[in-house]
């Protein structure tokens, strides 16, 4: 009976271990993509806003807007006075808080759509066509884009803008 060669085993020992191994550059390629901060890219979603949010949160203003999604549940309400530089301000309601917002202009800076701005969010309303329907304040089919500017994160909602009285 041949002897075993125990050396021989240490070759393939050295081959298996080569091939589990990274080399240099790919090691810290991974190390360093292991710790990189994760980004979040999850949305809140809006939810639709209550009468006692809006008692609770009230806004200061002569005229508003509003933007209802396809629903019909009010998410976004805006409000500023007329002719004034001060900023509109408003109201949504995500699924963990309620926040307050601004845009520029006043009133008049709203009523063709706005970019709504706060604490890590920013919701635009982007007009889509005529009014819809007679009377002085008809809706206007719009698109409301929730993002959140710390991680690319979005979502469009359709629904309508309405503004007056």
Known sequence: MPAARPLAVVP??????????????????????EAAPRMDTTIVS??????????????????GCSFTNAQGDLVLLAKGDVGSTAPAQALAKSSVAIDRLTAPGGYDGI????????PDKTLTVAIKGPAIGG??????????????????????????WTCGP
């Open 12 to 33: 393939l020992a050295i081959l298996a271990l080569a091939a589990c191994t990274d080399p240099p550059e790919r090691r810290e390629k991974r190390l360093v993509e």
């Open 135 to 160: 009377g002085e304040s008809p809706p206007r089919p719009a698109a409301l884009t929730y993002a959140r500017p710390n991680n690319g994160a979005s979502q469009t909602f359709e629904g309508r």
């Open 46 to 63: 809006l939810a639709p806003l209550t009468e006692g949010d809006i008692t609770e949160h009230p806004l200061a203003g002569e005229l």
């Open 111 to 118: 009523t063709g759509g706005a970019t709504f701005t706060g």
